[in-house]
């Protein structure tokens, strides 16, 4: 069960969770609504300290397994000491509680492998965690490994690492308590956990809904299509061990479902695709150009594909932009700088993925990145389908920038999912 969250969002099932239900009652979250408000904090050196009263949650960003492969490195030690401090002295006085963890983990952060493998290595890891979560007066652990049993990241692997991983998820639970929190991050397609065997354990689940293609592509778009693809027939169909249009999994058009609730094959824009024909009848689905191969309405299908509530799902959000793929626009710092794209270059919304992007003369894309308004898109679209919250990478990039520059999404998320 969700630990600090008493809510009716769990006892919603599938079904219901994907229609759009008009009221939400919430007995003891965070937020006034319910929701829930992730906001990543990095560890740098001179960095600002998050407003707390425009999140619930606070990752710090982050700690590393060390080179004894059973304790903890923290990014910065003093600055976690700082704002654990200060969000326990915010808790004394304000009439709201502001939960803090302890992020471990991070792209090309490794050691994981070899950690979970050792026992021995795994007890003090935990051991190390609980240390932490006590000495530090924090509310728990995050686990951000990108990603079990894949070496994508430079670091070291084995095919072992997805059920060791379950091992220490459930020894993090048992020697941390009932009354500490314990999330994860995972990756947008739902790969690389046995979601199933670690569901138990887990308060909530950090979709890193973003970086999920490079230009010509948006890395971070909400839909690919005007029509909506949470349905209850999609949903239900997957949850019933059926593939596209309802064929089994063990025929030829679903080989891609092998392992579903293990560590599901990524369902690509081609299944997707047929889907939104399916739904549209005869006439062909409007689709964006800027949609590459995953957006975050197919992330959080393919979460819940895997067997996970809607309920315990936190969306994820970029603060930054993209490039990538062989195209580089150059004005990158000038426009965080003063919100002008510059000559020869136009800023372009896509109202299908709702996500702006930069294009140049020719209308080619560019550059992807969040603006208020698609930041505000997302955080409805977590509401309307009942998902627990939104999380965001990170704080430090809109709040270290000065005032008139600043692209204002933290607070539109916090207006969003916590105002009163």
């Known amino acids: 069960m969700l630990r600090f969250f008493k809510t009716s969002l769990l006892a919603i099932t599938v079904s219901c969770a994907f229609s759009c239900i008009s009221s939400c009652e919430c007995q003891s ?3 006034p609504d319910g929701y829930v408000v992730v906001a990543y904090v990095s560890g740098g050196e001179g960095k600002p ?5 425009k999140v619930t949650h606070i990752d710090y960003a982050f700690g590393r397994i060390d080179s004894t492969f059973s304790g903890i490195d923290i990014e910065n030690p003093p600055r976690f000491r700082e704002i654990a401090e200060l969000k326990n002295e915010y808790n004394k006085k304000a009439g709201r509680k502001v939960f803090m963890q302890l992020s471990i983990g991070g792209w090309g952060s490794g050691r994981f492998s070899e950690m979970v493998t050792d026992t021995s290595f795994r007890h003090g890891f935990v051991s190390s965690c609980k240390r932490i979560v006590e000495e530090y007066r ?3 652990i995050d686990l951000d490994w990108e990603y079990p049993s894949s070496g994508v990241a430079g670091i070291s692997s084995a095919p072992t690492d997805i059920d060791n991983f379950t091992l220490l998820v459930k020894e993090l639970r048992e020697t941390l308590g009932e009354d500490k929190l314990l999330t994860i991050a995972t990756i947008s397609t739902a790969r690389f956990i046995d979601f199933k065997a670690v569901d138990p354990y887990i308060d909530f689940y950090n979709i890193m809904s973003y970086d999920m293609a490079v230009a010509p592509f948006h890395h971070s778009p909400l839909k690919r299509f005007e029509k909506e693809l949470i349905a209850d027939s999609l949903i239900a169909d997957m949850k019933n061990g059926l593939g596209l249009n309802g064929y089994p999994l063990d025929s030829a058009v679903s080989q891609q479902y092998d392992q579903m609730y293990k560590t599901p094959v990524v369902l690509n824009a081609d299944y997707f695709r047929q889907f939104a024909l399916r739904l549209a009848g005869d006439e062909s689905p409007l689709e964006s150009r800027v949609a590459g191969q995953c957006t975050t309405e197919e992330a959080v299908i393919m979460h819940v594909a ?3 509530d809607p309920g315990k799902l936190v969306l994820g959000m970029p603060f930054y932009g993209k490039s990538g793929g062989g195209v580089e626009y150059p004005l990158q710092k000038e426009f965080w700088e003063t919100g002008n794209p510059g000559e020869g270059y136009q800023e372009v919304w896509d109202e299908t993925a709702q996500v702006p992007y930069i294009a140049d003369a020719e209308g080619n894309f560019v550059y992807g990145f969040e603006n208020e308004r698609s930041i505000r898109a997302k955080c409805r679209f977590a509401k309307d389908h009942r998902l627990l919250g939104a999380m965001y990478w990170e704080y430090c990039i809109d709040a270290s920038r000065a005032e008139k520059f ?3 999404l ?5 207006d969003e999912m916590i105002s009163k």
Do not use: C, L, S, Y
Request: no cysteine; charged share 25%.
């Open 138 to 140: 924090i509310d728990g």
């Open 49 to 53: 300290v998050p407003d707390f009263d």
């Open 406 to 408: 600043r692209n204002k």
């Open 29 to 31: 979250d965070p937020g």
């Open 410 to 414: 933290i607070g539109a998320v916090a």
């Open 306 to 308: 895997a067997g996970i």
